[in-house]
């Protein structure tokens, strides 16, 4: 789990520190200025480990059970499934 803070003023790092012990890897990555979105998601995704990332606000617009279903289409080869919660 990488949560990256971007300058918000919301608590979510106090947040995401309150959790942290529900995950065997976690890092916090604050940025020394504040920074545009396209930034913070370039620097997570670049200190990300593990066979897969997946991107996702902290308000959880999205939610992370939808996750069961890009799953199949990673493990049939796709290098990107890209989703939208608009309708």
Do not use: Q
């Not at 940025?31 to 996702?56: H, P, W």
């Not at 996750?67 to 289409?73: G, N, R, Y």
């Amino acid at each position: 789990m990488v949560v990256v803070d971007g300058g918000s003023k919301d608590g979510t790092v106090n947040s995401a520190h309150a959790r942290s012990s529900f995950f065997n890897n976690f890092k916090i990555l604050k940025n020394v200025a504040n920074k545009d979105k396209g930034y913070s998601v370039k620097r997570g995704v670049l200190s990300a480990e593990g066979e897969y990332v997946l991107f996702m606000d902290a308000d959880s617009s999205a939610s992370i059970y939808e996750f069961d279903k890009f799953l199949p289409l990673l493990e049939e080869g796709c290098e990107a499934v890209i989703a939208s919660n608009n309708a």
